[in-house]
Structures are given as C-alpha cells and as structure tokens.
C-alpha cells in the first residue's frame, strides 16, 4: 500500500478490557492478513474505560476483513462482538498520519518516538517507526520494559549475554545493548515479518548486527526450542514480552537457558490472575521476585535464578 492511497478504517467501539483482550487474541493469530493493521486506544482522558479497536485496509474490506476484526472478540466479550463499521477514508499520506498520532515517550533514561518527532539529546533516543511489530514502546509493557531495564542497570546488574524473546521491532534488545553496551544480544520471534521490521530499526539507530559482543542477532524461532538460542546461551539477562500463557509454559525452558544468579524480564501478563500464574510458573522453575512495576493493568516483572536452585531440590 503507498502512502497516498485510499485506505479503508474498520471501527469497532468496546470496554478497555474487551479491546485489550482483543488485542492479544490478535497476537495468537499465525494466519493473520498483515495488510490489515490494528491498533487500540481510549476514546478520550476522561473517559478510561472507553475503548476503540481500529482496523486500516488498502482496499474495501469485504466479508473476510470483517470476520476476521469481529473473531478477536470471540471469547472475550459476554456481549459478543461489537458492530464494526467501516468508512473509506480520502487519499492522504496515512502513514505519515499515523507517525504523528504516535507521541515519543520517556521510559527510565530511554526517548522512544517516531521519524517525525525530534531526537532528545539529554536521553537515550531510539526512532521507532509504528509497524506490523508488537514493541514500539507506546504499548505500557513495553515502557514498563524499558524502566525496568534502566532500573536493574542503576542497581548494578551486569549483563553480558542477552536474549529478547519475542523482540518484535527489536526496542528492548537495543535498549540492554545501550545499557550495556558490550553485551552479546539474541533477539528472536516467532513471525517473519519482524525480520525485516528489526534490520531497518537496527540501521535506523546504529545498532551494529553481527554475532559478537556488542552486537545484535536476529532468529526467527518458537518459544526456546531452537539450536541458535540454545548456542548461543545460556544467558545473564533474558527478555520475555510476551504473553501469560506461553509465559507459564516456557517457565522451564527459562530455567534451563538463564544463568544461576542471572536476570528474567517478563511483562505481557495483566496483575491478578495472569501475574499469579505466571510468579508461581517462576517459582516452581527456580526464579525469585527481584522487583515489579505496575503499568495500567499490566504488571512487569524482574526475578532473578536462585544459584542454590539445585541443591534445594
């Protein structure tokens, strides 16, 4: 799709919880049409609780485009799922429209913001264009990351070798490389379309590509289970943006890839049940809480690999 082209909106107006839940069932679409991109966001400040699932579509969306924006609410809303409408929007640059609707945040020391924004010279500044990539830092748990990250620094965590699983645009394997800048970074996900979406964020910024330290590598890989990964660990730092579900069935595979003593950075679970299920997965795999941040209603948190984990057992 070009950049002045028709484009097509698909709307559909939902609670906070139900969009956000959305969003994440989006996440667990292998098959997804990746010419239909989605975000969520409230309608306004003073209204929190009010959500808006959009959908843009180079072409008029038919029957399929509709079924498939509808199928993220299955399950996740009593009411099932809301009306979606859809309007043709007139040719405009709306990609260039979307960067700008995208504010920079500040995160810990880290400035995230798009091309169309300007650097902040006082932080550490990354241009990270909005993309078919989950991590672009406006998502609360990818900020939450980026503190987190800046706050195990400041306590005098080293980190060596780094994993980011489930990089997406690569932000917060960059992010441990400019903390800790002779680290060795693995970035991995489980879609292909984060290949490309990584090479251009790594030029963009000057992070240097390779597999040495100071360096960032791209695997395309499920979960831990691929002999790269396995290589090139076991690691002092890892990084799981993920989701609650494969975050309790990778808990062992962790165990497994994270040195005694080293770092777990976990966030994509929602505080309450998901963040109970994933802290007893953790435990049970030989973790212990180091810290926890709460963003809107996502928790993140750090734990750390008991070096006795073998002995208690």
Same mark, same amino acid.
């Given at each position: 799709m070009t950049s002045a082209e028709t484009t097509w909106k698909l709307t559909a107006h939902a609670?906070?919880?139900?969009?956000?839940?959305?969003?994440?069932?989006h996440d667990l679409v292998d098959d997804w049409d990746h010419e239909l991109v989605i975000a969520g966001h409230e309608v306004a400040e003073d209204k929190p609780d009010d959500w808006v699932l959009e959908g843009w579509f180079p072409r008029k969306?038919?029957?399929?485009?509709?079924?498939?924006?509808?199928?993220?609410?299955?399950?996740?809303?009593?009411a099932g799922a809301p009306k979606i409408t859809v309007e043709e929007l007139p040719p405009q640059d709306w990609v260039t429209l979307s960067q700008h609707n995208v504010e920079p945040i500040s995160a810990g020391r880290f400035h995230i913001h798009t091309p169309e924004h300007p650097?902040?010279? &006082?932080?550490? &500044?990354f241009i990270i264009p909005a993309s078919q990539a989950f991590g672009t830092g406006q998502h609360r748990t990818t900020a939450g990351c980026l503190e987190m990250l800046d706050a195990m620094k400041a306590s005098g965590v080293i980190a060596r070798n780094v994993a980011d699983i489930g990089t997406g645009?690569?932000?917060l394997g960059f992010a441990a490389l400019a903390l800790w800048p002779r680290a060795k970074v693995t970035l991995t996900d489980i879609d292909p379309v984060c290949?490309?979406?990584?090479e251009e964020n790594a030029a963009t910024n000057a992070v240097p590509m390779g597999p040495r330290a100071g360096e960032t590598v791209m695997i395309v890989a499920e979960g831990m289970d691929d002999p790269l990964i396995q290589v090139r660990g076991p690691y002092d730092l890892l990084i799981a943006n993920i989701l609650a579900g494969p975050l309790v069935e990778l808990a062992p595979a962790f165990a497994k890839a994270v040195t005694p003593g080293g770092s777990l950075l976990l966030a994509g679970l929602l505080a309450g049940d998901q963040e109970a299920a994933v802290r007893r997965a953790m435990l049970r795999a030989g973790f212990r809480m180091a810290?926890?941040?709460?963003?809107?209603?996502?928790?993140?948190?750090?734990?750390?690999?008991?070096?006795d984990w073998a002995r208690l057992r």
């Open positions: 609670p906070k919880r139900t969009v956000q839940a959305a969003l994440l069932a969306p038919g029957k399929a485009e509709k079924a498939a924006l509808a199928g993220l609410f299955e399950g996740v809303s009593e650097a902040d010279p &006082d932080a550490i &500044d645009t690569g932000l290949v490309p979406v990584v810290a926890r941040l709460q963003r809107g209603d996502w928790a993140i948190l750090w734990l750390r690999r008991r070096r």
